[in-house]
């Protein structure tokens, strides 16, 4: 059976490239029906207990991020065209910000109700089985079930790192990382179910918090870093941490022409790949033509396969944004600060 050709718009990936994002798309389609038995599940032993219904939402919030990526990989696979001229890659980005805002927004919801539950002294009511003649607390169900939970995010988590990696995918990325996170959402609510049955019924209220916070804390790092990126910031590393290092090495490789006398470039990150406009100052008396400054374009291209779009540009000085790299940018933002 023919493989169907992967591609991030215009960009036709290596066969390498293309397997992880096969073993992505595999991994996503996994992650969604472990979610469907864990939901079910944690559905069926959840009674009243405000720590396993907090489980029980983080993990059908779970399901954003893995069809949001299975989504966008459909969509960048087309090539750009005229109404679409830089292509369909914002799409990672779209699906980032809505994965993220549905996490901030149920995180908030988590707490609010939580702290109302824990604020009202209401006692979670948990229950009993008759199993084979003998009477069994739901609780065990739960702490059991719970604890079963914590192996299986992990390795799904990792896996899906390394990939995220590879494919410069931040909804990948947020997926990962929230899925290597989940064990503490699976032993905070046994430990919150555990504190109901030793006659402390706050556990079950606070254990629902402390994973509200949790799902908080990671809505709020990937909205920063979803809008961050469709605003058109300055490319940065899959962790949105750092400037991406291909920034300084497009700059260096222009700078390396014996006909160039200075470069800067404005590199964007437009999904998976990443938009470059790349400004050079001639050498004085240089000699200057259209197959030059194409030459110098597919040779940036050439660095990496995440510079898709590159565009060079001859000036006789360069754009005031493109000078002093991070360390202006900081200064920038210290200014702005100050005022």
Not at 80 to 92: D, F, I, L, S
Not at 124 to 144: K, R
Not at 287 to 312: F, N
Request: aromatic content about 6%; proline content about 4%; cysteine-free.
């Amino acid at each position: 059976m023919k493989k169907t050709s992967r591609r991030f718009g215009r960009t036709e990936l290596s066969p390498a490239l293309q397997d992880s994002l096969r073993r992505a798309i595999r991994l996503e389609w996994i992650t969604l029906g472990y979610l469907a038995v864990t939901i079910s599940l944690i559905a069926l032993v959840m009674g009243s207990s405000q720590a396993m219904q907090a489980a029980w939402i983080e993990d059908m919030l779970s399901v954003v991020p893995s069809v949001a990526f299975l989504v966008a990989v459909t969509v960048v696979n087309k090539p750009p065209t005229r109404r679409r001229p830089y292509g369909n890659h914002r799409a990672v980005g779209v699906g980032h910000l809505v994965a993220a805002v549905a996490l901030l927004v149920m995180g908030s919801y988590l707490i609010l109700d939580s702290a109302m539950g824990l604020v009202q002294g209401e006692h979670p009511p948990i229950g009993t089985f008759h199993l084979f003649g003998h009477t069994v607390w739901q609780g065990w169900f739960m702490i059991v079930l719970m604890l079963l939970l914590i192996p299986g995010p992990i390795v799904l988590g990792r896996l899906k790192m390394k990939l995220a990696e590879e494919l410069h995918d931040k909804v990948l990325y947020a997926d990962a990382d929230m899925l290597k996170a989940d064990w503490r959402t699976s032993l905070g609510t046994a430990v919150g179910v555990a504190g109901v049955g030793l006659g402390l019924w706050w556990f079950d209220a606070a254990a629902a918090i402390f994973i509200g916070f949790s799902i908080v804390k990671d809505g709020i790092t990937n909205v920063g870093t979803a809008i961050t990126d469709l605003s058109d910031s300055r490319a940065r590393t899959i962790e949105g941490k750092d400037p991406h290092p291909l920034v300084d090495e497009v700059e260096a490789h222009a700078r390396s022409q014996d006909w160039v006398l200075d470069a800067g470039a404005r590199v964007r990150d437009e999904g998976h790949v990443f938009h470059t406009e790349l400004f050079v100052v001639p050498v004085h008396g240089a000699a200057q033509s259209p197959e030059r400054l194409r030459t110098l374009a597919e040779s940036v291209v050439e660095l990496d396969w995440k510079l898709e779009d590159v565009v060079v540009a001859l000036v006789e000085e360069l754009p005031a944004e493109v000078h002093g790299g991070e360390q202006q940018d900081k200064q920038s933002e210290g200014g702005r600060a100050s005022q």
